[in-house]
Each structure stands twice: as structure tokens, then as C-alpha cells.
């Protein structure tokens, strides 16, 4: 008797790869889903290591200065200053901190050397461009506003970082965080409209994920610890 071989019939197969994954070892699944675990976090790690060494390398020997309440005197761009800090009370949750920043210098209306202001000069013209101060802000969980100041000891590099967190539900979220740095500058050919020394904006770098406190982004993002 002849037997007539059946062609496409395909009959059978169809809950083989089902059949196949339910009896799979629940510790294969195991090993898989921990495999994927430790290569998602070795790329994270390696995302903020390239990160942080970007920004070593981008600000050079320039450490972030060390700032307390009251008169700090430091030097900034080769040039001595003084940094005044201080608290503005509240009475809740929103205290928030104010620094200003001085520096001697010359001037046309004296013959000596006269007190000057540091101000900041952001990127965009329209959102109040000239700030006299700067501002450490936020609420009882987390800090929305906050800034460091870089210097060096061998050279004249100093940097200005801003740390900004969105607002859009309450203080207590994770929001996306951006960072604004600001290099410090001399205004050497007297340009009319600019002060002596004064930081200006250089470029901005967004957070790679969203954080409730802006100082634990710049300590995980940029390697910058809280003052």
C-alpha cells in the first residue's frame, strides 16, 4: 500500500513553543531575568562614571568651593572675593538661602579700588538677564534651586553651576533637572554695560532622569557633593 506524504500540514506545531516555555526551568528564568538586571545597571553605572569624568575634564583642577553662613572669602579667577550667604527666615518650610558675591576692583568714580558685585548673566535676555544674587531654594522634602561655585588654586578657571528642578505637581516629585554653568569672565576692553568680572552663561546639560532634590542630581550626575 502506498503512503501519500502530506505537504504543508502543519498540524501539531503550533503549541510547540508554548509547550516548550512552560516547561522551562523556573531557574533558567531566574538566571535571564538577573542577567538582564546586572546589564541594566552596569549601563547606568557607566552612563554616570562618563558623565562625571565629562565634567571633571571639562572644569579641569576647578574644585567646588566650600560655603557657609555669613562673609566667605575665596579667590575667583585669580582675584580675591568675598561671598556673603545668608538665611531668609520664613516661619515654614520654604526658608530659603541668598548669596551675593563682591569683589575689589577699579572704578571711574574714585581714584582707589572700590567694592564691586559678580552678577550672573543668563542665557536668555527676556528672563531678567542681569541676577545680583544667587538662590538655594525649595521645600521640607527636597531643594528645587540650588548652585555651586567651582574654582582653581593653579589658574584663573572658575565656574558658576545652576540647578534647576521642574515644578509641575508638588515639591515632593521627581521632576526633570537642569543644569546651567556659567563661566567667570573680565571685562577687560571695558565693554560699555558689563561690570568688571561677572559669570556668564555657557551652555545647559538636562539631568538623564528625573530627581525630587537638585543637590542629588549634581552629586550622581556631575559628581558635585552638597555644600
Known sequence: MQVKEKRGDTSGLSSQPTFILAQTPRWIWWIAMQTRIVHFRVFTVLTLMAASSACAGQFGDARPVSLANGFNHVVLG????????????????????????????????????????????????????????????????????????LASARSDAAWLIRAERDMQRSFADAEPVHFYFYRLKENKEEQVGRPPVYFEFDHRVDATKPYCDVDEAMSKELGISSQ
Not at 572675593?81 to 574714585?110: C, K, W
Not at 548673566?121 to 527636597?142: I, M, N, P, T
Request: some cysteine; overall charge negative.
Open 78 to 149: 585669580g582675584h580675591d572675593a568675598t561671598i556673603v550667604v545668608a538665611d531668609r527666615e520664613n516661619y515654614n518650610a520654604h526658608d530659603f538661602t541668598v548669596a551675593t558675591i563682591y569683589m575689589q576692583g577699579p572704578s571711574d568714580l574714585s581714584n582707589g579700588q572700590v567694592l564691586n558685585l559678580v552678577p550672573v548673566f543668563y542665557a536668555d535676555a527676556k528672563d531678567q538677564y542681569e541676577r545680583l544674587h544667587l538662590v538655594k531654594s525649595g521645600g521640607a522634602d527636597c531643594v528645587l534651586h540650588d548652585f555651586r561655585i
